[in-house]
């Protein structure tokens, strides 16, 4: 899954992956994978939860950068980088799906990710599409 992000992030080279936040550039190796929804320390079986449109490639670490930014509950950022779906709170329907949840990339382009393949959706998936 971790190359498919980074490919996705890279518009499909893996090596031209940049931060799907803030645009930064991350190459093959930099960055590290958010997981949108909060796996929990004992982890997540959750396929929706543990698959390709539950990942996002951001720059920094779990205290730095747009993924410090996600990882810091309840400040500012965090709230920001919620709105952009790059944080979605547990539960139950599809406001809580990451398959529903669109991301705002820079320049605030909305997009859904795609559950199998490494791209960016431009209309919301339907049932059929995400499952």
Request: hydrophobic content about 30%; overall charge negative; charged content about 25%.
């Amino acid at each position: 899954m971790r190359k498919l992000v980074r490919t996705r992030a890279g518009g499909g080279y893996p090596e031209q992956a940049c931060c799907e936040a803030c645009g930064i550039w991350l190459g093959e190796h930099g960055g590290q994978i958010q997981h949108r929804v909060a796996r929990g320390m004992g982890g997540c079986s959750d396929p929706a939860i543990n698959g390709l449109a539950g990942a996002a490639l951001l720059c920094g670490t779990s205290y730095t950068g747009c993924h410090g930014d996600c990882e810091a509950r309840h400040t500012p950022e965090a709230k920001k980088m919620e709105a952009r779906g790059f944080v979605i709170r547990h539960g139950v329907g599809p406001e809580y799906d990451p398959r529903y949840v669109p991301l705002i990339l820079l320049g605030d382009v909305e997009v859904w990710l795609s559950e199998t393949e490494a791209r960016y959706l431009y209309e919301p998936p339907t049932e059929r599409q995400a499952a």
